[in-house]
């Protein structure tokens, strides 16, 4: 069982940047590929970005590439997202989620544990 607390969330002006935090807890998290989604208003959720389980390889949805960065770190069972150069279409809940292997995904039913979401807000 895995356990995912999302913070770092906030209001923030076009141009800013925030980063969003997710704690994990659970002996295995090094073993899972982790990802980020989120869902805008009146939205489905979608893919923002992943990285694998040793934090090799990580994979960014086009609308978030070159201005969000993932990382993690194993020994302190974290995920992070940095999103710079927000802007209001970036608007959002956004969610950590684990998957139980070690290879990406960007689809969210590939991912088994979600955490309860952390509020983004960019005003122009």
């Known amino acids: 069982q895995v356990q995912l607390v999302e913070s770092g969330g906030g209001l923030v002006q076009a141009g800013a940047s925030l980063r969003l935090s997710c704690a994990a807890s659970g002996r295995s998290f090094s073993n899972y590929a982790m990802g980020w989604f989120r869902q805008r208003p009146g939205k489905g959720r979608e893919f923002v970005m992943s990285i694998t389980s040793s934090g090799g390889r990580t994979y960014s949805a086009d609308s978030v590439k070159g201005r969000f960065t993932i990382s993690r770190d194993n020994a302190k069972n974290m995920v992070y997202l940095q999103m710079n150069s927000l802007n209001p279409e970036d608007t959002a809940d956004y969610y950590c989620?684990?998957?139980?292997?070690?290879?990406?995904?960007?689809?969210?039913?590939?991912?088994?544990?979600w955490g309860q979401g952390t509020q983004v807000t960019v005003s122009s």
């Open positions: 989620a684990a998957r139980t292997t070690s290879y990406h995904s960007e689809r969210y039913l590939d991912y088994r544990y």
